[in-house]
């Protein structure tokens, strides 16, 4: 059975992974995808899919998560990120073909992209 | 909704904001008696009676941000559409179990579609929740329960970018794996 030699797999990732987790978690970036009915209809796991794609093409490491319906259906697909002593930005109607702009001009250059964004929080203490 | 699996992930997520920390979809194909049966189980707070019935009513949402709830009205609809249909069983603080039944050759039956996307998402939810899967096609199954796979974790969450392109590329081979098997 596959399975038990993938769990022998996941034994080795854990060692490699938890060397880097704490540095990750303190500094990291954290991208938050929203999953609710309206999420899903305006097609929420396609961007979100798109987002890992790029995540994983660049070599960014972020945690990637998803929540429910926040109220705003009409703008969804909706996408949070927060990085460590920034704001947290909103952006809405996100589709797969802005994702990959999206990561290069937040996260690489770390410039917000104005027009796509529909909210934003004060950074959090 | 074009994929039966976005219905699944519509479900899920339903069953996450139950606050359900376990659950389960159990897939069955079937050629023989034509079937395709999908059950998405969890031990969320569950419902009474007369919310187990207006929750099929596209009018009645549990959610306070908007009001109307379209989840389960549209997974319905998709079953009656190729001769199945959907039945919810619930019980409060027990949980809810809905399983929707489809003719699994009805023209008008949509693809199941991606469901190592659909399982990534829910699996990627904020709230910690463990996932039992199981996929059956004609009698050939691939099964995955992601308690075992968090005990073998440790501190290391399953969002962890190794974990989880990991997890994604495991669950896709199990899946081609029975595809091939059973054809």
């Given at each position: 059975?596959?399975?038990?030699?993938?769990?022998?797999?996941?034994?080795?990732?854990?060692?490699?992974?938890?060397?880097?987790?704490?540095?990750?978690?303190?500094?990291?970036?954290?991208?938050v995808?929203?999953?609710?009915?309206?999420?899903?209809?305006?097609?929420?796991?396609?961007?979100?899919?798109?987002?890992?794609?790029?995540l994983?093409k660049?070599?960014?490491?972020?945690?990637?998560?998803?929540?429910?319906?926040?109220?705003?259906?009409?703008?969804?697909?909706?996408?949070?990120?927060?990085?460590?002593?920034k704001?947290?930005?909103?952006?809405?109607?996100?589709?797969?073909?802005?994702?990959?702009?999206?990561?290069?001009e937040?996260?690489?250059?770390?410039?917000?992209?104005q027009e796509?964004?529909?909210?934003?929080?004060?950074?959090?203490? | 909704m074009?994929e039966?699996?976005?219905h699944?992930?519509?479900?899920?997520?339903?069953?996450?904001?139950?606050?359900?920390?376990?659950?389960?979809?159990?897939?069955?194909e079937?050629?023989?008696?034509?079937?395709?049966?999908?059950?998405?189980?969890?031990?969320?707070?569950?419902?009474?009676?007369?919310?187990?019935?207006?929750?099929?009513?596209?009018?009645?949402?549990?959610?306070?941000?908007?009001?109307?709830g379209?989840?389960?009205?549209?997974?319905a609809?998709?079953?009656?559409?190729?001769?199945?249909?959907?039945?919810?069983?619930?019980?409060?603080?027990?949980?809810?179990?809905?399983?929707?039944?489809?003719?699994?050759?009805?023209?008008?039956?949509?693809?199941?579609?991606?469901?190592?996307?659909?399982?990534?998402?829910?699996?990627?939810?904020?709230?910690?929740v463990?996932?039992?899967?199981?996929?059956?096609?004609?009698?050939?199954?691939f099964?995955?329960d992601?308690?075992?796979?968090?005990?073998?974790?440790?501190?290391?969450?399953?969002?962890?970018?190794?974990?989880r392109s990991?997890?994604?590329?495991?669950?896709?081979?199990?899946?081609?794996d029975?595809?091939?098997?059973?054809?």
């Open positions: 059975m596959p399975r038990l030699k993938t769990l022998e797999d996941l034994k080795k990732l854990r060692e490699d992974a938890q060397g880097e987790l704490k540095v990750r978690l303190e500094t990291g970036t954290k991208i995808v929203g999953m609710g009915t309206c999420g899903i209809a305006a097609g929420a796991r396609e961007t979100m899919h798109a987002i890992l794609a790029e994983e660049r070599e960014i490491e972020a945690h990637v998560t998803t929540v429910g319906c926040i109220g705003m259906c009409i703008r969804e697909p909706l996408v949070d990120i927060e990085q460590a002593g704001p947290r930005i909103t952006y809405g109607n996100v589709k797969p073909d802005m994702v990959p702009r999206l990561i290069e937040h996260l690489i250059k770390g410039n917000v992209v796509w964004v529909v909210g934003r929080l004060p950074t959090s203490p | 074009r039966l699996s976005l699944i992930l519509d479900t899920l997520e339903n069953s996450l904001e139950a606050g359900a920390t376990r659950l389960e979809l159990v897939i069955d079937d050629s023989k008696h034509d079937l395709l049966r999908i059950r998405v189980s969890d031990n969320g707070r569950g419902m009474d009676t007369e919310m187990t019935r207006r929750v099929l009513d596209p009018f009645f949402t549990t959610r306070t941000t908007r009001h109307v379209l989840g389960l009205p549209l997974f609809a998709a079953a009656e559409r190729c001769n199945g249909r959907l039945h919810i069983q619930s019980q409060p603080g027990v949980g809810t179990t809905v399983i929707a039944e489809f003719q699994h050759s009805h023209m008008d039956r949509s693809p199941l579609g991606d469901l190592p996307k659909t399982l990534m998402a829910v699996l990627l939810s904020e709230r910690p463990d996932l039992y899967y199981r996929h059956t096609v004609n009698g050939e199954s099964e995955l992601t308690a075992a796979i968090r005990r073998e974790l440790g501190d290391v969450p399953i969002s962890h970018p190794r974990i990991w997890l994604s590329e495991a669950i896709k081979e199990g899946l081609a029975i595809q091939e098997s059973a054809t």
